[in-house]
């Protein structure tokens, strides 16, 4: 594997779910595969788990990390080509992928959707020009369009907590005030097409996400009707894509309550933090024993290590 951008990146999902498993009996087991190596984290957004998971996963391999708020701390990068720059963008990303890539050995950058141009978001214009200029491996940690760190540690939580051999999954929006992304959702998508499960995904009528990630997945309309017998919650608010990035319905009837999961086989909550309590969850569920918030994000660790172990090897 050169790159991680994307969860097909890894090739056979449920082999790498075993071997992080595995990783994680042992978190030290290869602390010097990665000797001498440096990765470098950009983020042009903030972040508590991806930048902490990750830095432990690459210290774990005995790699020297470099951490950058590019965001706040960098230049502020041009991608498009043949432009003349005499506005506020201070360095093209033609020099700045190439400097950076002769600090590293691998890059890995966090740089969330714009959610105002759909073609720009589409076309993954920092992480395809890191691809491109920078001539070493890249890390997704959440783009535009996708969060595949996130859903690798999805798919090792619930091969974890799973009671059956082919679990209900619901992927359930919830409200919340303000536009996020579509990225944490289409990955979580994007991995539950791996699996053997029976998944739906359920939303209010115009939040349906890009028809070419849901591909033939089942929506469900009626959130009760989805919760019906499920072993897994997963919980996420997205912005509408057809109207895009938009938020048209913040309505509390979509939270997820303790009433909601008495419909469900006892079903196990996740959400991928943060989360906004008594908008998108009430207290009482994430606070109850079927949470497995806290866990899924320490899997995090993991599935970053397996992801940078693979690249080193
Ligand atoms: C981001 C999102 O929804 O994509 C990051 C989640 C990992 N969440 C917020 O901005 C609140
Ligand atoms: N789940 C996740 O990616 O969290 P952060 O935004 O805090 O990194």
Redesign the pocket.
Known sequence: MKHYTNINDLGNLQKVVQEAMELKKNPLQYKTLGEGKTICLLFFNNSLRTRLSTQKAAQNLGMNVIVMNFGSEGWELEFEDGIVMNQNKSEHVKEAAKVIAQYCDIVAIRA?ASLTDKEKDKAEMVINSFKKYAGIPVVNM?SATG?PL?ALADAITMEEFKTTHKPKVVLSWAPHPKA??H??ANSFIEMMQLQNADFVITHPEGYELNPEIIKNSTIEYDQKKAFDNADFVYVKNWSSFKNYGKVMNTDSSWMITSEKMKLTNNAKFMH?L?VRRNVIVADEVIDSENSIVIQQANNRTYSAQIVLKKILA
């Open positions: 969330f959440e969060h996130q996020l992304p990225a944490v991928c943060p």
